[in-house]
């Protein structure tokens, strides 16, 4: 006669099963695993640490995973390029980790508008890297190919300064350095193309002490092949 199950028993059963159910799912907790292929370029914890759940104040991430397959390059177009680029726009591009290497690559993504804080659009490059040899953070610089009118001014590009966001000279006026922000339609790191915000007759600071800044009184001295 074959044994059966009870009604107690029966429910004790199911209980048992939906606890075996709790423990595994539990137990998967124990392995992480990412959406997508990527490097481990961050580790906030280390074994032993205690891990709060995500919704716990104190809660911080494990490690940080950086996709390196593609990378994606994104560059500011300034307002006066904004009406020549679009999707498909292609731009030569090349790596300071990499001299004399330029790649050229299609514009994947365009904002498509011009940001009101700096007056620039932002565009993204997918850079294809199965080899791996690009690393996340490695500075870029990015030719429009976009050509300028006869007259736009040319600087050398020590003469710009500061952040996408902030590009600027230092004006010499009166002995005196002041600000001026500027847009950079390119900038090779050799020479760059100012699309706007300087007038052809304005003395800029080329070079000098790095102790100079807004407000230093200076003695200006022509650069030699520069015109007065």
């Known amino acids: 006669m074959a044994a059966g199950v ?8 199911e209980v048992a099963k939906a606890e075996l159910g709790r423990l595994r799912a539990l137990s998967g907790f124990a392995t992480l695993r990412a959406p997508f292929d ?13 891990v709060h759940a995500g919704t716990d104040a104190e ?7 950086t ?34 290497q330029e790649r050229t690559y299609p514009i994947t993504r365009v904002s498509g508008a011009v940001n009101p804080d700096n007056r620039y659009m932002r565009a993204e490059v997918d850079v294809p890297n199965e080899e791996g040899e690009l690393r996340p953070g490695m500075y870029a610089s990015v030719h429009l190919g976009v050509t300028m009118k006869e007259e736009a ?18 004006l010499v006026r009166d002995g005196v350095l002041e600000k001026q922000k500027v ?7 050799r020479t760059a193309v100012i699309a706007g915000g ?3 007759d ?23 092949g520069s015109e007065e």
């Open 202 to 224: 304005a003395r800029v600071m080329i070079s000098g002490s790095t102790l100079a800044t807004v407000g230093s009184k200076v003695d200006a001295v022509l650069e030699e």
């Open 59 to 65: 809660a911080k991430p494990i490690v940080e995973i």
């Open 38 to 50: 990527g490097r481990i370029t961050a580790r906030e914890l280390h074994p032993g640490a205690l």
């Open 198 to 200: 300087l007038s052809p």
């Open 67 to 100: 996709r390196t397959d593609p990378l994606r390059l994104v560059f500011q177009v300034p307002e006066s390029l904004v009406p020549h680029v679009e999707q498909g726009h292609e731009v030569d591009v090349t790596f300071k980790a990499l001299p004399g």
């Open 6 to 13: 009870g009604p107690d028993g029966a429910d004790r059963l």
């Open 153 to 170: 001014l040319v600087l050398p590009s020590r003469a710009v300064r500061g952040p996408d966001t902030d590009r600027h000279v230092l």
């Open 183 to 189: 847009t950079v339609a390119s900038d090779d790191g």
